[in-house]
């Protein structure tokens, strides 16, 4: 299993960035893929997720309502639209695929991508 995260730079507070997630490798109509993000120091924290072949998606308090996780079989690629971002919202974020139903638990996914760096401007 193959992840690739991309998408990620520099914002103003109260703008919008869309990360991708490409996927590879296996089919992906069993995995659920995640979203984490992690700030030098932090432990990396869930974000968002999403089962592949359902419409049922899973936020974390600080994104609900700003992000979204959506997924497209067609190119393999998963993404995090992210809406009125916040400083605080600066990270580097990761994508992540398990076998399992979502959750927010970082062990429960093995399978990684590299991470790609958000930025946001106060």
């Known amino acids: 299993v193959q992840l690739q995260a991309y998408g990620g730079g520099l914002v103003q507070a109260g703008g919008s960035l869309r990360l991708s997630c490409a996927t590879s490798?296996?089919?992906?109509?069993?995995?659920?893929v995640a979203w984490f993000r992690q700030v030098p120091g932090k432990e990396r924290e869930f974000v968002a997720a999403i089962r592949w072949t359902e419409t049922n998606t899973y936020y974390s308090d600080s994104v609900k309502g700003r992000f979204t996780v959506s997924r497209d079989s067609t190119k393999n690629t998963a993404y995090l639209q992210m809406n009125s971002l916040k400083p605080e919202d600066t990270a580097i974020y990761y994508c992540?695929?398990?076998?399992?139903?979502?959750?927010?638990?970082?062990?429960?996914?093995?399978?990684w991508g590299q991470g790609t760096q958000v930025t946001v401007s106060s």
């Open positions: 992540a695929a398990t076998t399992t139903r979502p959750t927010n638990l970082l062990k429960s996914y093995p399978y």
């Open positions: 490798g296996r089919d992906f109509s069993s995995y659920s």
